[in-house]
């Protein structure tokens, strides 16, 4: 009986777990909508943080537009 007791408890603790997952997702999701993103000049990484790249090194972040982004990396002369 103790062990049933057990895994009831466990189960519990799963859905808590489980509610408090998607109440985070759904925080992130609509924060996520508000923040700026940002975009490397040179590489095309993109990141919430500006100024710095953390693949090139460099400071070649630029401020996305919303809804911007398509995602290619150019090359150092600026080619597509």
Not at 58 to 64: D, K, R, S, V
């Amino acid at each position: 009986m103790a062990l049933f007791q057990r895994f009831k408890g466990l189960a519990g603790s799963l859905a808590a777990l489980a509610a408090k997952r998607q109440e985070l997702d759904q925080q992130q999701q609509s924060g996520a909508a508000e923040q700026p993103r940002f975009q490397c000049r040179l590489c095309g990484h993109q990141d919430l943080q500006g100024q710095y790249c953390p693949e090139c090194l460099a400071q070649t972040m630029e401020p996305l537009q919303p809804g911007a982004g398509s995602g290619q990396r150019r090359d150092p002369e600026g080619h597509v």
